[in-house]
């Protein structure tokens, strides 16, 4: 059975530019997490997504980021205009019922 | 709110001797669910050992956690570490097939 896929795998960008990941969850997965690991912190999540509806993104700084899964399949993480505080690695997590989540290998973004 | 406390900082353990990460946590929910996630440097979280059955001990790549609901606890030991072992690790606790709420990580390092 194939993981998580993430990609790119890595990102850098100027301060102001745009950048959007992208995720592909274990196929069957139902629920679909994006995560913000900053260096040296533990996963901090941003938004998740039962099927093609977001559950909660109370963690998304909505003025720039913005996250879809309209399919309810694959999934696209975007900011709009990234900042030196947006430096981390984003993770993509998928689960269905209480089996757990798996991680994807994740995108390290550097803002320069 | 709910919340995942655990051994803080640095374990740092010599080659052969067992291993013991202490996890509470604190939920107003009857059946959680908890897990142990292992991430290695530059790799992402990867599922160790997961439970909601009290008293029950799961076990999985020489790792082994039981889920004590009196006590709150689930805590992860090996009988004996191995240098591979050295690497963050995470519990988890979730209720509601979907957000993990993390503790604050371990880090685990084994000298020869």
């Known amino acids: 059975e194939a993981g998580v896929t993430q990609s790119p795998r890595y990102a850098v960008l100027q301060e102001g530019q745009a950048v959007s990941f992208w995720c592909d969850p274990i196929?069957?997965?139902?629920?679909l997490y994006w995560y913000q690991q900053p260096r040296d912190q533990g996963p901090q999540l941003l938004v998740y997504f039962r099927d093609e509806a977001v559950i909660d993104n109370s963690q998304l700084p909505s003025d720039r980021f913005s996250a879809v899964r309209p399919k309810g399949t694959n999934s696209t993480l975007k900011i709009q205009s990234a900042k030196q505080g947006d430096t981390a690695t984003y993770l993509c997590?998928?689960?269905?019922?209480?089996?757990?989540?798996?991680f994807g290998p994740g995108t390290r973004l550097t803002v320069l | 709110g709910d919340s995942v406390t655990q051994t803080e900082g640095l374990v740092t353990l010599t080659e052969g001797l067992p291993v013991m990460l202490n996890c509470t946590y604190q939920?107003?929910?009857?059946?959680?669910?908890l897990f142990w996630y292992v991430q290695h440097l530059n790799e992402s979280p990867r599922l160790l050992l997961k439970?909601?059955?009290?008293?029950k001990r799961t076990e999985h790549q020489g790792f082994h956690a039981t889920l004590h609901k009196s006590s709150s606890s689930f805590h992860l030991q090996k009988s004996s570490a191995q240098l591979s072992d050295s690497a963050l690790y995470y519990c988890?606790?979730?209720?509601?097939?979907?957000?993990?709420?993390f503790g604050q990580g371990t880090k685990l390092s084994i000298k020869p």
């Open positions: 939920t107003i929910y009857s059946n959680p669910f």
């Open positions: 988890a606790l979730t209720y509601n097939q979907g957000k993990l709420i």
């Open positions: 997590a998928s689960s269905l019922g209480r089996g757990g989540q798996y």
């Open positions: 196929s069957g997965h139902d629920t």
């Open positions: 439970s909601f059955t009290d008293n």
